[in-house]
């Protein structure tokens, strides 16, 4: 049997960090409601140009 040391093994993940099992599932967005909310975000821009 191995006597105790005070050396130690490294670990198994080297350091390694795996992201994807820290985060939090996101909110799902249907690209359909992405590009409204961007032609949104342009036509009030162009409505503020001609206003201002």
């Given at each position: 049997m191995?006597?105790?040391?005070?050396?130690?093994?490294?670990s198994?993940?080297?350091?390694?960090?795996?992201y994807?099992?820290?985060?939090?599932?996101?909110?799902?967005?249907?690209?359909?409601?992405?590009i409204?909310?961007?032609g949104?975000l342009i036509?009030?821009?162009?409505?503020?140009?001609?206003?201002?």
């Open positions: 191995a006597k105790d040391s005070k050396t130690r093994m490294p198994g993940m080297a350091g390694l960090v795996r994807d099992e820290e985060l939090k599932e996101a909110p799902k967005l249907k690209p359909k409601w992405v409204a909310f961007a949104g036509v009030i821009e162009v409505i503020l140009k001609f206003l201002g």
